[in-house]
């Protein structure tokens, strides 16, 4: 009797150096690749129009076409994962699922719940597929979490070196193998499947949303995008990366976040490149990501609670519903703030000096709950992980792990001048102010020597120390 399994995507959309796969087919006469919807995850993105829903119906129809090429196909439904899981491993009589590890606290619960419906009939097997290194293997002497990212990364760096990585050892081998013959195709199961022989538009309406065509992130594009940066901009990347205006970042973030592209990868060819800065700063970047994941994990009360807790329900956050209005209407009178909140809700990406400037003004200059401007950025931002996205959020509120220190506050003005001097990015996202002089824009009385922008929703200087004052008064009584 052939042995059938299930391999079931999640954040690893893509046929290539995939772990799930690799393990599927050493255990596996045959398997069959599945994708859910999930209604749960769905629920908090009510956009019909949502970019990422288009993105990955043109990602699993990219999936479904190279399956068919080797006479497969991908099975796509739509719903609560834990009823499908049960409902298709009963029917197939499937005895093991395969999939990539998630290390979100929801999803840690899902799949402990998915395993428990199953009992002793079917086994879960799950891969770190989504990070380098699972969380709970870099930790102190002590068997603790790391809580600071230098002594992580040097950790990090550390386990890889004897790991073996530089000589392509397991922790960062290319996962290849042969499809071929090994996809299985069920031809009557009483559950309702997405088809996608109809195009990723008529997919997506079939779960209620509409379908955007999207020139900014195609996802038969990804290779090609690691490739171009890895070939040259990497070298650029250690000073490049800070100006608004260039094209000195990789990009490749919602790749990777939907998984098309293989963590594994970049680290390899990172290496394979030359160790220059650039390629250094790059590869501590992605660091940054797993120690993110790495806090979520052992904290997972951080999704919604400060991680210093002398912060934790401590700190009076402002409530005026027109300043948060303002704000994510571009209306702050800040030409770079403005312009930073246009180009997240035209091209569903940020630039990353942008995302620290912004939080930082929302949450030090308007006092606007990191917890807002957190649920912001995840309506709109094609890369959004959750352990990033907070992570990114606390530091910038001086209330998460190796944050920013509370008086550290970013100036719109001088940020501007640094790092958009012409004012490239700012004209590019606010075409009103195409005319207006570069050598203004970034000028505090900006406002009254342009007559087409509003003035400053708050005094810069005043909201600074306004900060700083609410922030010393908390640590007092602590």
């Not at 899902?110 to 419906?117: I, N």
């Not at 003005?413 to 207006?436: C, N, R, S, V």
């Not at 050598?439 to 007559?451: A, R």
Request: hydrophobic share 40%; net charge positive; with cysteine.
């Amino acid at each position: 009797m052939n042995k059938t399994s299930i391999i079931w995507l999640r954040r690893n959309l893509r046929l290539h150096d995939n772990r799930s796969f690799a393990a599927a087919l050493r255990n596996s006469d045959k398997i069959l690749p599945i994708f859910i919807f999930d209604t749960t995850i769905l629920e908090r993105f009510k956009n019909p129009h949502d970019r990422r829903l288009s993105f990955l119906a043109n990602t699993l129809c990219l999936i479904n076409d190279e399956l068919k090429k080797l006479k497969g196909k991908l099975l796509v439904f739509h719903g609560n994962p834990i009823e499908i899981i049960s409902k298709l491993t009963a029917i197939l009589k499937i005895e093991n699922i395969y999939a990539d590890e998630d290390y979100e606290p929801s999803n840690i619960a899902r799949d402990k719940t998915v395993q428990e419906l199953l009992g002793s009939n079917c086994t879960l097997n799950l891969y770190c597929d989504h990070l380098l290194i699972k969380p709970a293997r870099v930790l102190t002497k002590d068997n603790k979490p790391y809580k600071v990212y230098t002594p992580y990364m040097q950790a990090f760096r550390k386990f890889i070196a004897n790991n073996g990585v530089i000589a392509h050892n397991k922790l960062l081998m290319n996962y290849s193998y042969n499809l071929e013959g090994k996809l299985y195709i069920p031809q009557d199961i009483d559950l309702k499947t997405i088809d996608l022989n109809v195009g990723a538009s008529e997919a997506l309406k079939q779960i209620g949303y509409v379908y955007k065509e999207d020139e900014l992130w195609q996802p038969r594009n990804a290779q090609n995008i690691l490739n171009k940066f890895i070939a040259n901009r990497i070298n650029f990347y250690k000073t490049d990366r800070d100006f608004l205006y260039r094209n000195g970042t990789s990009t490749i973030s919602p790749y990777l976040r939907f998984g098309l592209i293989s963590i594994r990868e970049c680290y390899r060819k990172a290496f394979n490149a030359s160790l220059n800065p650039g390629t250094v700063t790059w590869i501590n970047e992605l660091i940054w990501r797993e120690f993110y994941a790495t806090i979520l994990y052992h904290f997972p009360n951080t999704v919604n609670e400060e991680f210093l807790e002398k912060y934790r329900n401590k700190i009076p956050w402002n409530n005026k519903k027109e300043y948060f209005n303002k704000f994510i209407n571009a209306e702050t009178g800040y030409p770079i703030i403005d312009a930073a909140v246009k180009q997240l809700i035209s091209d569903g990406w940020m630039h990353n000096r942008s995302r620290m400037i912004v939080a930082s003004f929302f949450t030090k200059n308007l006092l606007l709950d990191w917890r807002k401007g957190e649920e912001f950025f995840a309506q709109y931002l094609m890369d959004y992980e959750l352990a990033s996205n907070v992570g990114g959020w606390q530091w910038a509120s001086s209330c998460g792990t190796d944050a920013q220190p509370y008086f550290r506050i970013f100036n719109p003005y001088t940020q501007g001048q640094h790092f958009d001097p012409d004012a490239e990015y700012i004209k590019k996202y606010l075409p009103t102010l195409k005319k207006a002089q570069t050598h203004i824009i970034h000028n505090i009385n900006f406002y009254k020597m342009y007559d087409n922008y509003p003035k400053p929703m708050v005094d810069y200087v005043l909201s600074r120390a306004k900060a700083i004052e609410v922030f010393k008064q908390d640590l007092r009584y602590i």
